[in-house]
């Protein structure tokens, strides 16, 4: 038994050793709780609260100790990859963390494209700042390390950040796009059935019998389980499937799915006009939610565009998978082509996509070297966009999230392209494996990331997000502790506001300003969130 683990039994022995008074065995768990944590002399912390050490209980006091004993052990541990270890120095509450704001983590190394890019060492630039740039005005930056990675820091004005928060809350968090919390909806969906076999992350696989397998084994070097990718349905099965998927009253309506999905269900809708109606009182002045229900907004950490992701099966169900065939229809949006796994991709969306690939595309080319200008660096760079995934991370969540691999498209030539908004936060770009120790680097509002060619299937992950940090003139919260001016992690630019103007080139209804309460509301929800938005393209041509 190691020493934390003798003083956790000591304090044990000492909680049930009735033959000392209660008083003897508060004085002895104090001095137990102060050794292990000199910290405790100030303030003990006992389940949610935090109490004063002197008024601890017995009981309070065990508590305290096993955490800190807990905590200690898990600092005396070394991480278990050279991913980890990166994410931990970044990771708020994390055990090594050292980064509760911008300039700390900073200090811990992050990369940051926005102030003075060029004089970081291992950066390549491939285009400098041009402010009539219509897609990369803050300039177009690489890394000699990671041959295919590509930050286009500052891309967009704070009015076409606006445009693409408001497309995303507006539209992009209902059904037909799958969420998050349609697992409550839809029985055949990966957090659920990933909740129910206790896996925190959506690694499972669907064995011919219908059940589920968690191959979160495998992230411990553990034996994988045979692989059993996504079975053909029995013909009987796909037949009345099928039928169903005609009768309006099996799955003909929008916000119901089909047999082996939830027949009936009801998907939670109009996600932002009840948060808007929820954040903003009568008086048009911000009313964070705390303490009381939080509006279902506030739940969704993703939802999926164009061809759905099934996280469950980890695949995207294309039209010559039996299963989207089965499912075919089944949402029934307007033209009654839509399926649960498929949803109309946003065409302003793929304009967007399509256009930074575009500029990429020139741009290395007229940088790089004709040695290099090639499949490694993601060269020739072009994208139909087909897939999408909209991400909403909460600051106060511990790990926004983990190290994973985009590796499901069907085909790897093509880029993620991938846009930040709302808060700042660090973003790992590590390598094949995890035993590559990652790159953090700082993303804000209206930064776009590209990984392609040798970076394409890196790990990567979201580490932190600060909050607080979204662009003040038109994000920060109306009651939150806005800053006064503007924070220094965002230095004024020339570039950032000249394209803003033209921006409605892309003029979706979905993305025009609201009216005051409602632009109030957006700047409630950023306040606190980073947004991403990312594009795929899952196959060639189609
Ligand atoms: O939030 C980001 O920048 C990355 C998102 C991501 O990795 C993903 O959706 O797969």
Request: aromatic share 8%; proline share 9%.
């Amino acid at each position: 038994m190691d020493a934390l683990a003798a003083m956790v039994a000591q304090a044990e022995a000492l909680a049930g050793n009735t033959a000392l008074s209660v008083t003897e065995r508060v004085a002895a768990l104090t001095a137990l709780a102060v050794a292990i944590n000199p910290e405790r002399r100030k303030v003990a912390r006992a389940g949610a609260g935090r109490i004063p050490l002197a008024g601890a209980t017995v009981e309070e006091l065990v508590t305290a100790i096993q955490d800190d004993a807990g905590a200690a052990a898990e600092r005396a541990r070394p991480p278990a990859t050279a991913y980890k270890a990166v994410e931990g120095l970044f990771r708020p509450g994390g055990a090594r963390s050292a980064c509760a704001d911008v300039a700390a983590a900073l200090a811990a190394g992050a990369f940051d494209f926005a102030h003075s890019p060029a004089a970081i060492p291992g950066l390549r630039v491939l285009l400098p700042p041009t402010a009539s740039h219509p897609v990369a005005p803050g300039g177009i930056y690489g890394l000699t390390s990671a041959p295919g990675f590509y930050v286009l820091p500052r891309a967009l004005g704070v009015a076409q950040q606006e445009y693409w928060v408001r497309r995303m809350l507006r539209g992009w968090v209902e059904p037909p796009q799958r969420r998050n919390i349609d697992a409550v909806a839809d029985p055949d969906y990966s957090n659920a059935v990933a909740a129910a076999a206790g896996v925190d992350e959506a690694r499972v696989v669907r064995l011919a019998d219908g059940a589920f397998v968690s191959y979160a084994s495998t992230l411990r070097g553990e034996p994988a389980p045979a692989p059993a990718p996504v079975v053909a349905p029995a013909p009987a099965a796909a037949a009345a499937a099928a039928a169903a998927a005609t009768d309006d009253g099996g799955c003909g309506r929008p916000d119901a799915v089909a047999a082996g999905g939830g027949a009936g269900a009801e998907f939670e809708r109009d996600l932002w006009p009840r948060y808007r109606a929820a954040a903003v009182g009568a008086g048009g002045a911000s009313a964070r939610h705390h303490g009381r229900s939080e509006p279902a907004l506030t739940r969704v950490s993703w939802a999926t565009l164009g061809y759905q992701y099934d996280w469950t099966a980890r695949q995207y169900h294309l039209p010559s998978d039996p299963d989207f065939a089965l499912h075919q229809g089944c949402h029934a949006a307007p033209a009654g082509t839509a399926s649960r796994w498929w949803a109309p991709f946003p065409a302003d969306l793929w304009c967007w996509g399509r256009d930074v690939a575009a500029a990429i595309d020139a741009a290395a080319r007229a940088a790089l070297p004709p040695h290099e200008a090639g499949a490694a660096h993601g060269l020739p760079m072009a994208i139909d966009p087909q897939s999408g995934i909209a991400n909403i991370y909460a600051a106060a969540k511990k790990l926004p999230m983990g190290a994973h691999v985009d590796d499901m498209e069907r085909d790897h030539a093509f880029p993620v392209v991938s846009l930040s908004l709302g808060c700042t936060g660090v973003y790992l770009l590590g390598g094949r494996t995890r035993d590559a120790a990652p790159v953090p680097v700082l993303l804000r509002s209206g930064d776009i990331a590209i990984l392609s060619g040798d970076a394409r299937l890196a790990f990567h992950g979201g580490a932190q997000v600060f909050s607080d940090t979204a662009p003040p003139e038109r994000f920060a919260s109306t009651t939150g502790a806005a800053p006064a001016a503007a924070p220094p992690d965002i230095p004024p630019s020339a570039a950032t506001y000249l394209t803003d103007a033209a921006y409605g080139a892309y003029g979706h209804p979905g993305g025009a300003p609201g009216d005051a309460t409602e632009e109030t509301a957006f700047r409630d929800f950023v306040a606190s969130r980073r947004l991403n938005i990312n594009v795929r393209q899952v196959q060639r041509g189609h």
